[in-house]
């Protein structure tokens, strides 16, 4: 799956295909979000997360801090919907996504089963 810029809403579509309408997972979360007048919300890319780390959150470059109020404290870290998967020469695959932990701006992959922070966003 893609992991750069607007392919978070791609990624969204694709595995809806793949896994069904689950109501209880990331990507389907924002796919159904209806927000104000809005119902194009998607669950971002990591490189879609890491614009807003660099942008709105605690690592943006005009040293505004934090103001997309992100989680920063302990370990909370935010799904993209960008995937990775290992495969192993003695046994199945490992199907993980990739997380951003915006206390530090570090990029991590964790089984989908994970419960961590959620962040839609809208193209615009």
């Known amino acids: 799956s893609g992991s750069g810029l607007f392919d978070g809403d791609g990624n969204c579509y694709r ?9 209880n997972n990331a990507p389907e979360i924002c796919l159904d979000l ?16 890491n614009l807003m ?3 709105i959150g605690q690592g ?3 040293g505004l801090g934090n103001v997309g109020g992100f989680a920063t ?3 909370n870290p935010y799904w993209s919907s960008t995937e990775f998967s ?3 020469s003695s046994g199945p ?15 991590g992959s964790a089984d989908k089963s994970s419960a961590y922070y959620v962040r839609a966003v809208r193209a615009f």
């Not at 595995?15 to 109501?23: F, I, P």
Request: hydrophobic share 35%.
């Open 53 to 55: 780390y660099r942008n």
């Open 15 to 23: 595995l809806r295909s793949a896994q069904g309408d689950c109501e």
């Open 34 to 49: 209806t927000l104000g007048e809005y119902s194009d919300w998607y669950l971002p890319s990591k490189y879609e997360l």
């Open 93 to 107: 695959s490992i199907n993980n996504a990739l997380y951003k932990w915006f206390g530090t701006g570090g990029v």
């Open 86 to 88: 290992l495969t192993f």
């Open 73 to 75: 404290g302990g370990f």
């Open 60 to 62: 943006n470059a005009l």
